[in-house]
């Protein structure tokens, strides 16, 4: 089954604020999952490059290398800020960070660890600083705080599928 790529997608506008908590309980939800999946996978399995793309260790440490963007970006909505901070496109922090010399458990428990802060920021928001919204700079389209944790949520399980096909093509 092909994936849309990551920036091929859209995303809707989520008008209702009150799915928020089941969207925040995806977002704390998800290193549990990607820890379900990467612990039973053989060490040579977790480097490997499919046609040379990223690796199973490179997708789970790309999760990581994206929050503080997720945090900063929360933190600008809740802010006032008119315009989300920019990301970096090339994913330079991902291609640079070496991740398959790191051990698979330092991987999964930095995610955990900086998810947390992610997911105990949205928890302490009022209902108040739910309304403000801020343009995403590449998407052109005004996103409110739902908006951004559906949005990583859903790159969350971008990833997670991506890991996912490179086992099911390693597995034939």
């Not at 053989?42 to 480097?47: E, I, R, T």
């Not at 991987?107 to 997911?119: E, K």
């Not at 928890?123 to 995403?136: F, I, K």
């Amino acid at each position: 089954m092909k994936r849309t790529e990551w920036f091929n997608r859209t995303f809707p506008v989520i008008e209702d604020n009150g799915i928020l908590p089941s969207v925040i309980e995806r977002l704390c939800g998800t290193p549990a999952r990607m820890e379900e999946i990467i612990s039973h996978i053989p060490s040579n399995l977790l480097v490997v490059k499919p046609g040379g793309k990223w690796s199973i260790k490179e997708e789970a440490g790309h999760l990581s290398d994206m929050e503080p963007l997720w945090l900063g970006r929360l933190e600008d909505l809740i802010n006032g800020a008119t315009e989300l901070r920019v990301a970096d496109l090339t994913n330079r922090r991902t291609h640079e960070a070496n991740h398959n010399e790191t051990p698979a458990s330092q991987l999964l428990q930095q995610f955990r660890d900086q998810r947390q802060q992610l997911v105990n920021r949205l928890r302490s928001l009022e209902d108040a600083q739910l309304e403000r919204s801020a343009l995403h700079p590449r998407l052109k389209t005004p996103m409110r705080i739902i908006d951004l944790a559906w949005f990583v949520a859903e790159h969350d399980d971008h990833h997670i599928a991506g890991i996912r096909q490179i086992l099911q093509e390693h597995s034939r």
